[in-house]
């Protein structure tokens, strides 16, 4: 016969591996998706960080109650089976059992929702802002305004994977990036022109609907430099996939070169290009 467990035990190390060495190297890189990375991308807001130590709580507190209705469900099986247990009690109340099931749930709900409440309204009021955004999903790409510096809307569309330059990435790579000096506090309006879209930052934590006719807000405050990239996260027609955000963090000085070269234009772009290949000079004689 052969051996079942040394076989499977053999297979379960092989796939934890596989998954650790993924793993190792999936930090490298913030703001994209990693292969094999478990997990939230790495955060640079306040709003992320917040959203990631309220994730790890409720991991605290759904993996001892996986555990224990699992344990409760085994013991069911096991004891109180046809055969260990021939005649069955017919009690079908127990008002201690009861209330304590009762109310223990409610406890917890409690403390999830002291946590919950005020990350939500740290979300949902915007602070002070050093200026404003306004992005418009169309299908299938984003206009983006910046009213406070006279920007008027440029249109940020994907990269076609046949025109992919080095180092742009599938899918998420677009062709007029979004630009915002790392430190500041920025209000970020969403709207759409013709169906809902949703303009959503992984390593932000943000996630907002593009409803046509209303502004829905929201902030970010990117506290490190670097290219994040999202997606339009609401079902919105045949190229929903392909309409990427992309955003680019860089200091006080970039920004103000890249809005007088001109937003939505090759200029701009050079701006961006030549710092974003200067940090990377930088970052690799760093290590
Ligand atoms: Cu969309």
Redesign the pocket.
Known sequence: MPDLYGEAMRFLTAIALTWMTAAAGAFATPGQPTDGNLGFQPAVTPIMERINEFHNLLLWIIIPITIFVMGLLLWVMIRYNRKANPTPSKNSHNTLLEVVWTAVPILILVVIAVFSFPLLYFQDEIPEADFTIKAT?Y??YWGYEYPDQDVPEYISTMVAEEDLAEGQLRNLSVDYPLVVPVGATVRLQVTAADVI??WAMPAFGTKMDAIPGRINEAWFQVNEEGTYYGQ?S?L??IR?AF?PIEVHAVSQDVFDAWVAAGPGSDEANAVIAEYSAARETRLAQLD
Do not use: K, L, S
Request: proline share 0%; with cysteine.
């Open positions: 999903g299908q299938w879209h949703n339009c609401e919105c027609g929903h309409m």
